[in-house]
């Protein structure tokens, strides 16, 4: 069984900086690609990042290039968001995502929530101006 186990949220100031953390079990990241999402209050839930072995690809929103970066330790099956300059419109749930890579090959797949098969639970940031 996939499970998913998002952690590293909290409160920072704008400009500062965390790392969020997602633990899995029951599947290999050469299998699967990691996607980390958002979801602020009143607003829908929107993709941030994703790492894919597979496709030997990461990518990014518009609105994090450059401050936050994903990575992944195939030795302890979990990905990292490191997020830096935080900005008060970065305040949301953070989930991460797992989706069987092999055959989501078109452009702009990983943006797509439907396309992921497991989620974990939300990890909360908040960021105060």
């Known amino acids: 069984e996939v499970q998913l186990q998002a952690s590293g949220g909290g409160l920072v100031q704008a400009g500062g900086s965390l790392r969020l953390s997602c633990a899995g079990s029951?599947?290999?990241?050469?299998?699967?690609?990691i996607g980390w999402f958002r979801q602020a209050p009143g607003k829908a839930r929107e993709a941030v990042s994703c790492i894919s072995k597979t496709h030997g690809s990461i990518d990014y929103a518009d609105s994090v290039k450059g401050r936050f970066a994903i990575s992944s330790d195939n030795g302890k099956n979990t990905v990292y968001l490191q997020m830096n300059n935080l900005k008060p419109e970065d305040t949301a749930v953070y989930y991460c995502a797992a989706a069987l890579a092999y055959y989501k090959d078109y452009e702009g797949w990983w943006r797509i929530a439907s396309e992921y098969d497991n989620w974990g639970q939300g990890t909360l940031v908040t960021v105060s101006s």
């Open positions: 029951g599947f290999t990241l050469d299998d699967y690609a």
